[in-house]
């Protein structure tokens, strides 16, 4: 089982920057940042992962950076030259287990927090 905490959320103006952290209760072999919008699908912003490396959205492309740190076990989305349009509650999700990663569907998620750009 893993339990996941994340933070760093706020409200910013267009153009500005937000860092969220993800704290996981043990090692992750992936992980990855969700959103979802009121009225809207859940998307998938970021992926890293120890197979492949890191994958982004197309609507983040250049703007967003995830990274983390093992030691920590803790998890980042930078988020840069934030838009309106990326208001929505963020996501973490993380598994410990290759062939769980590999097929791309998480299990373990955390609680959200929200970014709110105007």
């Known amino acids: 089982h893993v339990q996941l905490v994340e933070s760093g959320g706020g409200s910013v103006q267009a153009g500005g920057s937000l860092r969220l952290s993800c704290v996981a209760s043990?090692?992750?072999?992936?992980a990855a940042w969700f959103r979802q919008a009121p009225g809207k699908e859940r998307e998938r912003v970021a992926i890293?992962?120890?197979?492949?490396?890191?994958s982004y959205a197309d609507s983040v492309k250049g703007r967003f950076t995830i990274s983390k740190d093992g030691a920590k076990k803790t998890l980042y989305l930078e988020m840069n030259s934030l838009k309106p349009e990326d208001t929505a509650m963020y996501y973490c999700?993380?598994?410990?287990?290759?062939?769980?990663?590999?097929?791309?569907?998480?299990?373990?998620w955390g609680q959200g927090t929200q970014v709110t750009v105007s």
């Open positions: 043990t090692y992750f072999y992936c």
């Open positions: 890293i992962d120890n197979s492949f490396g890191t």
């Open positions: 999700a993380a598994d410990y287990r290759r062939d769980v990663c590999s097929r791309g569907v998480f299990e373990y």
